[in-house]
């Protein structure tokens, strides 16, 4: 079955700088890899999706990469804020098929 | 306007007792969905229908049914609860078009303990 690793550890990082996140995923290659946002009590929400054959997308301060040789995307907030910190689950599904996995999310603290 | 809203949002129950969360979407998805997250934070997908058509069901208790009346709406009855039932529900819902990739927009989750 698939398989997504996020480091589950928390990622603090100082306000301004550039937080990475990453995604792994083991078995089949995704046709797409999603990243959300969930705030405590609260349900995800979608941020970015990124197809298999796209290297790069970007939203704002947001940039995702996936690297199917790796079998590995990067999520990227640049100068980032505080307002940011939050867990960010990394998704992914198969081609053809409805399902979307979910890993486990890491939580990312901006320091002011 | 709330796009997915499920009710209610927190629940406090007995073991042995049978409870119900309702959802409803006002976005005009095709496809609905059920996912738990347990205390490690994991989501994990229960069950999806698409066009009140049962089409994912994950290996999930009997003791848990869901049901649509109709596409905008997603009910989770849940039987006889046991203490490992407790976790927050999501309800959430897609578009139909699996090509452009199946984004998903949660409500804001049920929090459910059974004691």
């Known amino acids: 079955s698939q398989k997504i690793e996020q480091n589950s550890e928390a990622l603090n990082i100082q306000e301004g700088k550039t937080a990475t996140l990453t995604c792994n995923y083991t078995n089949y290659s995704p046709a797409y890899l999603q990243w959300y946002r969930q705030d405590p009590g609260r349900g995800p929400v979608f941020l970015l999706l990124?197809?298999?054959?796209?290297k790069e997308k970007r939203k704002e301060r947001l940039k995702v990469t996936f690297d199917t040789t790796l079998k590995q995307s990067l999520f990227h907030i640049t100068a980032s804020q505080p307002a940011d910190s939050a867990t960010y689950l990394c998704a992914l599904s198969l081609r053809g098929y409805q399902k979307v996995t979910f890993g486990i999310g890491t939580k990312l603290q901006v320091i002011p | 306007d709330t796009a997915v809203s499920q009710t209610p949002k927190y629940l406090v129950t007995q073991m042995g007792n049978d409870k119900s969360i309702k959802c409803e979407q006002n976005?005009?998805?095709?496809?609905m969905y059920w996912y738990k997250q347990d205390s490690k934070k994991f989501l994990k997908i229960m069950f999806s229908?698409?066009?009140?058509?049962?089409?994912i069901n994950e290996t999930v208790p009997n003791r848990f049914s869901p049901k649509s009346p109709d596409k905008a709406h997603l009910n989770l009855h849940i039987n006889s609860l046991e203490l490992g039932d407790s976790a927050v529900y999501f309800c959430a819902s897609s578009p139909r078009q699996a090509t452009s990739g199946n984004t998903i927009y949660f409500g804001e989750g049920s929090w459910l303990t059974v004691v």
């Open positions: 990124i197809r298999e054959n796209e």
């Open positions: 976005l005009g998805h095709d496809t």
């Open positions: 229908y698409n066009n009140k058509e049962l089409i």
